[in-house]
Nanobody, 125 residues
Framework: VQLQASGGGLVQAGGSLSLSCRAS????????VGWFRQAPGKEREFVSA????????YYADSVKGRSTISRDNAKNTVYLQMNSLKPEDTAVYYC???????????????????WGQGTLVTVSS
């Protein structure tokens, strides 16, 4: 397994969760990392991403202002802190790694080479 997502769980609306994505050094090095989510019956959608250096971060409008992505290259780990959670945030969250070769590439799941197994986030109302 090259990427492993963790930190999901059941939380009440308004609560917070911190997701982690740990990768092998080979997968982590020189790759941007993104978070995507997929709710039942829906397409997998972009949530957030961070460049390999950590200098650039990206957010979907639906989570902007409520989430913070960061990475610790020494630990080969990316974190997604999610606050003020809403029931519509309920989904399986996946992390993925890939090269951000052009502006906007980080938002498209087709541009990621490596995927983790997903972690379930359930937000109750």
């Amino acid at each position: 397994v090259q990427l492993q997502a963790s930190g999901g769980g059941l939380v009440q609306a308004g609560g917070s969760l911190s997701l982690s994505c740990r990768a092998s050094k080979r997968t982590f090095s020189n790759n941007g990392v993104g978070w995507f989510r997929q709710a039942p019956g829906k397409e997998r959608e972009f949530v957030s991403a961070i460049s390999w250096s950590g200098g650039s971060t990206y957010y979907a409008d639906s989570v902007k202002g409520r989430s913070t992505i960061s990475r610790d290259n020494a630990k080969n780990t990316v974190y997604l802190q999610m606050n003020s959670l809403k029931p519509e945030d309920t989904a399986v969250y996946y992390c993925a790694a890939g090269r951000f070769l052009r502006a906007g590439w980080e938002r498209s799941k087709e541009n990621y080479d490596y995927w983790g197994q997903g972690t379930l986030v359930t937000v109750s109302s």
